[in-house]
């Protein structure tokens, strides 16, 4: 592990550095959520809307809800939604096992932990982002400028996420294996203290660790996931609710207003970044490069065969690295039935103007 300790921090960097660590994890559980848990069960219980029928949904700071009341999309809203708060996403899924949760949004990982772990949770629908923020980063004035030139090197990531998965992908890309590193397991905060201390020489990380490592911490890119991970994330309900005939209709059409949100923040993502940084205490600037980065490109697409395919290399990855007590098959998580209509899984995620 490289040990190059500064012996002074400036107020500058020392303000970075508190900046970034206060970023709420909650904000990692879309893009990724891992082994670790990030805390309890959920906070909250208000509501939205009106009916006999209540979905009890599990989100995250800064997520489904806020998204959805920015867009206009809890209007009108024909059954009653009563809001839980989560950490991320393994917590949820918890809650979703346990019964107390109907749906909630998680990124492409959280569902394989949770299957490994013999949960009753089903995937319902999914939506495919670009993958440039999920990026390996060293320091601007790092050596390094391939994914081969890692090898010997430290690079923190936190167990089990997407940046996980994203990593040992990269390293393969390039000849490598997780042998050839020494990898430091770190949740974001100490991640970034190591990062910025000098002493690992990379960070693999997501959106919006990203893209305020970028505009703060001196960072670069030396890789990005695009091309190598799915950028998938889900929807994910509790087997239970889908038996329920009205709970069934009231997720139907509660995916169908995620997925107009979703286009409304495509069309407006200076007023989502706007929105987005208020719920999360990040600054605006790094909300909206996050936003045209990876989290406005995403595409509402079917959980077919191929999202399948890919989820199962993931659970496939983790297995033999050990990081989950065994293999399964994925398909049986997913329940297709909102599928109608929709694109296949592959299908591109949007672009604003230039790729970045």
Known sequence: MTTAPSTHRSPGRRRVLLALAALPLLLASTACGGAARAGGGGVGGHTDGKGATTLNVGDQKGGSEAMLRAAGELDGLPYTIRWSTFTSGPPLLEAINAGAVDVGAVGNTPPVFAGAAHSKIKVIAGSHSRSDGEAILVRKDS????????????????????ANYQLVASLNAAGLSPKDVTLNFLQPADALAAFTRGKVDAWAVWDPYTSQALDQADARVLTTGQGRVNGLSFQVAAPAALADGAKSAALKDYTVRLRRAQDWVFRHPA??????????????????????????????VAVD???????????DTFAALKLIPRSFDFGELVDPRFNSGLPPSGTAPRIYGKAR
């Open 143 to 162: 050596p390094l400028t391939s994914p081969a030139q890692l090898k010997g090197r430290s690079i923190a990531v936190a167990q089990g996420s997407s």
């Open 271 to 300: 007023a989502w970044a706007e929105v987005w940084a208020k719920a999360t205490g990040m600054p605006e600037k790094v909300a909206l490069d996050a936003v045209r980065r990876t989290r406005g490109t995403a595409v509402p």
């Open 305 to 315: 065969k191929d999202a399948v395919a890919s989820e199962q290399r993931i659970v």
